[in-house]
T-cell receptor
Framework: DTGVSQDPRHKITKRGQNVTFRCDPI?????LYWYRQTLGQGPEFLTY????????KSRLLSDRFSAERPKGSFSTLEIQRTEQGDSAMYLC????????????FGSGTQLSVL | AQRVTQPEKLLSVFKGAPVELKCNYS??????LFWYVQYSRQRLQLLLR??SRESIKGFTADLNKGETSFHLKKPFAQEEDSAMYYC????????????FGTGTRLKVLA
């Protein structure tokens, strides 16, 4: 197992287009998180899954954003009708549920909306 | 809403000097606190967590509930410590939450 992987590493799109990102967590991890990070800021929480259930969504996540984790394995994050303000690094992390959980992060997907 | 505050965006110190990266949190319950680090061109990774009371790469952090702080310290900085450091808080409020501060860039000068 090579850790959390994200695909693609970079995505350039035109405003108004839809984009989808994929995250493959560490296989035995039942929790999966999505964060967004812009320059000079820390990771901002977007949403998280416990197995296949999406348990929490940030108010940052407008209705243009949707995330899924079918069968509790990989996850996808889709952004519809992208806007320039969506340009950011999208980070995925996974963990094993328990006290004082350690998050394992992927390398992220850098989105640029032109 | 709960919050993690890192007041310094940038901290520059000379090699061999002591380092203290500040972190304050707002949460009235029993917090779970962490420090994550991101070295250049690497992914974000856990440095240490308060529950372990461990020293990693010479860094320690003590939870002070009275001051709601979890500052990261190292007595003698090394050039390889240069990185972005993020303080994080996890807690239950209806559901489980895991939030990060805005980060402090540490530059250790030769």
């Amino acid at each position: 197992d090579t850790g959390v992987s994200q695909d693609p590493r970079h995505k350039i799109t035109k405003r108004g287009q839809n984009v989808t990102f994929r995250c493959d967590p560490i296989s035995e991890h039942n929790r999966l998180y999505w964060y967004r990070q812009t320059l000079g800021q820390g990771p901002e929480f977007l949403t998280y899954f416990q197995n296949e259930a999406q348990l929490e969504k940030s108010r940052l996540l407008s209705d243009r954003f949707s995330a899924e984790r079918p069968k509790g394995s990989f996850s996808t994050l889709e952004i519809q009708r992208t806007e320039q303000g969506d340009s950011a690094m999208y980070l995925c992390a996974s963990s094993r549920q328990g006290a004082n959980e350690k998050l394992f992060f992927g390398s992220g997907t850098q989105l640029s909306v032109l | 809403a709960q919050r993690v505050t890192q007041p310094e965006k940038l901290l520059s110190v000379f090699k061999g000097a002591p380092v203290e990266l500040k972190c304050n949190y707002s949460y009235s319950g029993s917090p779970e606190l962490f420090w994550y680090v991101q070295y250049s061109r690497q992914r974000l990774q856990l440095l240490l967590r308060h529950i372990s009371r461990e020293s990693i790469k010479g860094f320690t952090a003590d939870l002070n509930k009275g001051e709601t702080s979890f500052h990261l310290k190292k007595p003698f900085a090394q050039e390889e410590d240069s990185a972005m450091y993020y303080c994080a808080l996890s807690y239950y409020s209806g559901t489980y939450k895991y939030i990060f501060g805005t980060g402090t860039r540490l530059k250790v000068l030769a």
